[in-house]
């Protein structure tokens, strides 16, 4: 297995992305390692936030939140996943499981800001910040979920199985038109681009190809028992859980249910349907999103 570097000038060109690159290097496994990217703007000292992006995103999903939290007294912190973004890409598809992704966002995690954090999750930001939320309860502030959840066997939507099909065997897979399709705001060329710019060419996906065959969404797959076993202390966590979801979005719509009736901190609380918004709902409701993570921080206390 090689581990693919993306070409620094793949990013030259990226529009409203201002941001300073940060790096840190993750143990894979097996004897090897990758430089993962992230963004850490506002005082390092302030009350942190974690945004985690989900696939086949990277942090520029971020580029209309981040300046907004961190004016608001954040220091605030977008991690591109490994195989994503700016951070190094394994291509070898079979690499990537769901426990080694859990696993690497630890690592990350621990050794940048080991503070307790408010949490915006996303997509696989959410299967990952959520499994992380249930190991580790006292680490996270407050947690703002969007178009996720933490699936642990059943019966998938056919939309899902049509985009894991789609993923696993389109011969044409270019991420920058796919998120232009899953937003309800049009994205302009250059935003295109900048979807694009991660995955110079197919080696490069592998991450991308391989993450909606990871989700525990049928009984048996690998990850169903370990989110089994997660979902107690997820359910049992009583601080402020709050669920902003898109009405545009067909893969997750109406599973925010679940979060709200299971989670102890999402009771009471002004959870949210936003339209218009799609899957992608940092690039259309960027302002009502980042809103609500300061509103929740401030009732948490974890922001004056």
């Not at 598809?93 to 996303?122: G, S």
């Not at 979920?145 to 056919?158: D, K, M, V």
């Not at 690998?222 to 049992?236: I, Q, R, S, Y």
Request: hydrophobic share 40%; aromatic share 10%; proline share 10%.
């Amino acid at each position: 297995m090689e581990i693919l570097q993306t070409p620094p000038e793949r990013f030259k060109d990226i529009p409203d992305y201002p941001f300073a690159e940060n790096w840190i290097e993750i143990d894979l496994g097996n004897g090897q390692t990758a430089r993962q990217h992230y963004v850490d703007e506002g005082d390092k000292s302030a009350p942190p936030v974690l945004l985690f992006h989900g696939e086949p995103s990277w942090s520029f999903l971020y580029r209309k939140m981040i300046p907004i939290l961190a004016d608001a007294g954040f220091r605030v912190l977008a991690p591109d996943l490994i195989g994503f973004g700016k951070s190094d890409k394994p291509d070898d598809i079979e690499f990537f499981t769901y426990a080694r992704h859990v696993d690497w966002l630890k690592q990350w995690r621990t050794a940048v800001e080991p503070r307790p954090a408010a949490l915006f999750c996303q997509d696989w930001g959410g299967l990952l910040g959520l499994r992380m939320v249930a190991h580790d309860p006292d680490l996270f502030a407050c947690v703002v979920a969007s178009n996720t959840f933490l699936p642990a066997g059943g019966a998938p939507s056919p939309a899902f199985l049509a985009w894991r099909e789609f993923a696993k065997t389109s011969p044409d897979f270019k991420i920058g038109p796919l998120l232009d399709r899953a937003t309800q705001t049009p994205l302009t060329e250059a935003e295109i681009a900048a979807y694009d710019a991660p995955f110079p060419d197919e080696p490069s996906k592998a991450a991308a190809r391989a993450f909606p065959a990871l989700v525990p969404a049928e009984d048996g797959m690998p990850g169903v028992e370990d989110n089994k076993a997660a979902w107690p202390a997820l359910a049992a966590y009583d601080k402020p859980f709050l669920t902003l979801f898109g009405d545009e979005d067909p893969i997750t719509r109406g599973s925010e249910k679940f979060l709200i009736d299971r989670i102890a901190g999402a009771a009471g609380l002004d959870h949210r349907t936003l339209s218009p918004c799609g899957h992608f709902c940092q690039e259309d409701q960027a302002q009502t999103l980042s809103q609500g993570v300061i509103d929740l921080a401030r009732k948490a206390g974890h922001l004056k």
